[in-house]
């Protein structure tokens, strides 16, 4: 294995075969998914195993426990396995991921279906929920008291600037998360919480107490960018619990109770929306004072959108562009203007500065909650979560000067005006 990504299948390869600028709605429709076996449906293969947890799991030991189960086990991105020193492994030019991500864990499963997860009810057919890839890597499972007991020990080194805990659709998951997080603010200090919410399940009071528990910042992962993609990839379309509306009540929620510059949202860029589409998300999120966390859509394998093209590069790097000047640079989308299919065609920012934003290469660095480096670089980096690393989409490190110029292309390739915007001599 050469680096984060996983050895037993072959990933999808769209990379360098998309010539199209963006994904078109029309493109972007996911499959249908298979029938799951009675026995397989809510954990049913694990729960009659039965066999006893016994520390550390990775995806496909194929130990059936039903015992693993959070608050006493969460799972986490093989990155943070890495760093936390739980398990070894190479991660391609770099050494570390800034943020342990978890993420609560149940033989149930997440009891959503979203198009583009692979942690989606749907794989229950295929797949226990300990087995499943999520951002294109494996989430091992390990004993919450161990992965406590080895940073409050300083047993990271220092590298975790934030830790996140993903709560998923299940009945217990706003309990749980409550008790995952006590645990760590009772003993650990150094490290902040970021909460990555189910808003589902989730009322106002619900947002405040995270907050009076000791989350330091709340997330909500819309994901889609209007509402007839939410629909079309995690409500009717897909039998999936979630509405718009709902994510938009406790977003409105975390706005008010954790304030400017501590909450967020995640927008996927590519499942079939106009730059338009993503960028006025990004600037109504801003208005509210918050920041917004964007992924590229990738084609994750054996979810209902795996047979998918990923975003176009060149839609991605306007995308990126236009939200970091948005969130960091004052600037406003009513200052861009878009073609008729609401692609952006022109920043409208300064020539010059623009030219230093790009130089600068912190927009095409993976966005998320802030570590201890600055407001605008994020702990959270996800090494090669979106992207395979051949084709970085998010850079979980900063760009060198070759990194910059395949971003340049990338970036102009699909905007006409470009000498009008900014193209470097
Ligand atoms: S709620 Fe989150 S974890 Fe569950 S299927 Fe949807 S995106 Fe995946």
Redesign the pocket.
């Known amino acids: 294995m050469g680096c984060l990504e996983m050895p037993h299948h072959a990933v999808p390869d769209f990379t360098g075969k998309t010539k199209s600028e963006f994904n078109e709605a029309e493109t972007m429709r996911p499959r249908a998914p298979s029938e799951v076996p009675l026995d397989a449906r809510n954990g049913g293969r694990v729960k009659a195993q039965n066999v006893e947890a016994t520390g550390l799991y990775r995806p496909n030991d194929n130990i059936l426990t039903p015992a693993m189960r959070s608050p006493n086990y969460v799972q986490m991105s093989t990155a943070a396995a890495i760093t936390l020193g739980v398990m070894k492994g190479y991660m391609h030019r770099t050494d570390c991921t800034r943020c342990l991500n978890l993420l609560l864990t149940y033989p149930e499963g997440?009891?959503?279906?979203?198009a583009?997860?692979?942690?989606?009810?749907h794989r229950e057919a295929e797949r226990d929920y300990a087995d499943r890839n999520?951002i294109r890597v494996d989430w091992p499972a390990v004993p919450y008291d161990q992965v406590i007991d080895i940073v409050a020990s300083g047993g990271d080194g220092g590298r975790f600037h934030r830790m996140c805990i993903?709560m998923?659709?299940h009945p217990n998951s706003d309990r749980d998360t409550r008790t995952v997080l006590s645990k760590w603010t009772a003993r650990i200090k150094h490290v902040p919480v970021s909460i990555l919410s189910?808003p589902?399940t989730m009322t106002r009071q619900d947002v405040q107490d995270l907050k009076d528990l000791g989350a330091e910042i709340f997330t909500v992962?819309l994901?889609a960018a209007n509402p007839e993609i939410f629909d079309r990839t995690?409500g009717r379309g897909v039998q999936?619990p979630?509405s718009w509306d709902k994510y938009w009540e406790i977003l409105h929620a975390a706005a008010e109770i954790f304030g400017p510059e501590r909450f967020g949202a995640h927008l996927i860029v590519g499942m079939g929306e106009t730059d338009h589409d993503v960028i006025s998300q990004v600037q109504a999120i801003r208005d509210l004072g918050g920041h917004s966390h964007m992924f590229a859509f990738f084609p994750e394998r054996g979810s209902l959108m795996d047979h998918l093209p990923p975003v176009p590069r060149p839609q991605w790097r306007r995308v990126q562009i236009a939200r970091y000047l948005i969130d960091y640079c004052g600037h406003h989308i009513r200052h861009m203007r878009f073609d008729a299919e609401g692609q952006i065609r022109d920043f409208g920012f300064p020539k010059g500065e623009l030219d230093q934003v790009i130089a600068a290469g912190v927009a095409f660095r993976t966005s998320g909650c802030p570590g201890k480096e600055s407001a605008e670089i994020s702990a959270c980096d996800r090494p090669y979560g979106d992207s395979p690393p051949r084709d970085i989409a998010s850079y979980p490190f900063q760009p060198n000067g070759h990194d910059l110029r395949k971003i340049r292309s990338q970036l102009w390739r699909g905007m006409p005006d470009a000498k009008r915007v900014g193209r470097e001599p």
Do not use: P, Q
């Open positions: 997440c009891r959503a279906n979203c583009y997860c692979g942690l989606a009810r999520f993903s998923i659709t189910n589902t992962a994901d995690r999936s979630h």
